[in-house]
């Protein structure tokens, strides 16, 4: 059964998993559902391969790297959040490849493991599943690692009823990849009520009537939208790349929590080698950062060093580290200050600790005098006894407060 959490992250989640290779999937039987397991008949054996980016039961391979990382363009962040969850780890020969069309059994393998499936999927119950597909042979012996993931799909009701084949080589078009969307989200009765709308396509006579509904609600929730030239082209072959655009266009309907493996919070400090983000609920999580962890910030992949205290962050961790980190939101710009002078005065709040300090100064117009507050926690280098009016001193900090105050002889 689908729970609602899945639900929930499937939209953004399930497109850009369509991006990864590596994948498989199938569909189902003509009545939507699996066949039972030790039923009756003769039983199909077939070889249990395990997945190729799957190294032990409960390890699964984390790719950071793609050798044409480069061709990833706009695509990398929601492709490096996805590689660092391991749900896929790219093709063997290290590559992403981008531009290549997404296959129907890539697609749905996604979508099973975005609902959480991934363990069941790969079980040895369900590989070992007789499918009752017209194709189903091609299958046991070309992707026998999917049969799991065809098994779990159809008990998930990513299928219709009509569907007797697979076509797993088959590239998933834009029209099969927006149904199979509203499918994973469970909204199959609200795209059939919707069966009657007027599509605002040049070409929606080419989408089938009994596809009409689907279009129009993944159209209505801004899951996909038309070409500039006011076309939708549902049989165009979908690439990887364009996928990623769906993502983007969803990234919202992305809960802030998807699993144990995700943190959110504010950036506390930060060091080359370890970073410490401070929870919603104010818990500090403490996480070393991998040595080749995706940082992103404004759109773009930066170095560590570009992380500051206060940025809004999403993180991804893997073997208790952090793998990928994206900055959602930059901490306030702080107006960082130096400045040197004669001590005029001081103040002292309640507590006896310096309040403010004022400096005069010589300029070119003249003798200025400047007040700055003083934090509570500032660092006086030298004899703090010889902060006296008339000493000479250099101050610094940010936004007008005084954090640092170097006392010259």
């Known amino acids: 059964m689908r729970s609602s959490a899945w639900r929930k992250i499937a939209i953004?989640?399930?497109?850009?998993?369509?991006?990864?290779?590596?994948?498989?999937?199938?569909?189902?039987?003509?009545?939507?559902?699996?066949?039972?397991?030790?039923?009756?008949?003769?039983?199909?054996?077939?070889?249990?391969?395990?997945?190729?980016?799957?190294?032990?039961?409960?390890?699964?391979?984390?790719?950071?790297?793609?050798?044409?990382?480069?061709?990833?363009?706009?695509?990398?962040?929601?492709?490096?959040?996805?590689?660092?969850?391991?749900?896929?780890?790219?093709?063997e020969d290290g590559t992403f490849k981008p531009h290549r069309t997404v296959t129907r059994i890539e697609a749905l393998t996604a979508a099973v493991r975005l609902m959480g499936l991934r363990d069941q999927a790969e079980s040895e119950e369900e590989m070992r599943t007789q499918l009752?597909?017209?194709?189903?042979?091609?299958?046991?012996?070309?992707?026998?690692?999917?049969?799991?993931?065809?098994?779990?799909?159809?008990e998930n009701g990513l299928f219709s009823e009509t569907e007797d084949k697979v076509h797993p080589d088959k590239p998933a078009d834009r029209l099969w990849a927006t149904i199979l969307l509203v499918k994973a989200l469970g909204l199959d009765k609200e795209a059939k009520a919707k069966h009657n709308t007027s599509l605002p396509f040049r070409d929606a006579k080419s989408i089938p009537a009994g596809s009409v509904g689907y279009v129009a609600l993944a159209v209505e929730k801004g899951l996909i939208t038309g070409y500039q030239d006011g076309t939708f082209r549902p049989n165009r072959p979908v690439t990887r790349a364009e996928l990623a655009a769906l993502l983007d266009r969803t990234d919202s309907h992305l809960p802030d929590n998807r699993d144990d493996r995700t943190v959110t919070g504010v950036v506390k400090t930060v060091t080359s080698g370890t970073i410490v983000v401070t929870r919603p609920d104010n818990t500090d999580v403490v996480l070393p950062i991998a040595a080749n962890a995706f940082i992103f910030r404004n759109g773009a992949k930066a170095d560590v060093s570009a992380l500051r205290p206060g940025d809004q962050v999403f993180v991804l961790t893997a073997g208790g580290e952090a793998v990928f980190i994206e900055?959602?939101?930059?901490?306030?710009?702080?107006?960082?200050?130096?400045?040197?002078?004669?001590?005029?005065?001081?103040?002292?709040?309640?507590?006896g600790r310096l309040a403010t300090i004022s400096l005069t100064k010589q300029t070119d117009g003249g003798t200025l005098a400047v007040i700055y507050n003083v934090s509570q926690d500032v660092q006086i280098v030298g004899d703090a006894s010889l902060l006296t009016v008339g000493r000479y001193v250099e101050v610094s900090g940010t936004n007008s407060t005084v954090t640092k105050i170097v006392i010259k002889s």
């Open 132 to 154: 009752q597909f017209k194709d189903a042979d091609k299958l046991y012996k070309k992707y026998p690692w999917a049969v799991g993931y065809v098994a779990v799909a159809v």
């Open 12 to 91: 953004s989640a399930l497109a850009i998993l369509m991006l990864f290779g590596g994948a498989a999937s199938a569909f189902a039987d003509g009545k939507g559902k699996g066949p039972a397991k030790g039923g009756k008949g003769e039983e199909r054996r077939h070889e249990v391969k395990k997945q190729p980016d799957r190294v032990g039961p409960n390890e699964v391979v984390i790719r950071l790297q793609f050798k044409d990382e480069d061709e990833l363009k706009w695509a990398l962040i929601p492709i490096m959040r996805l590689a660092s969850k391991g749900v896929f780890t790219g093709y």
């Open 327 to 351: 900055v959602t939101k930059s901490a306030p710009q702080s107006n960082a200050f130096t400045d040197a002078g004669v001590v005029n005065s001081v103040t002292l709040n309640g507590q």
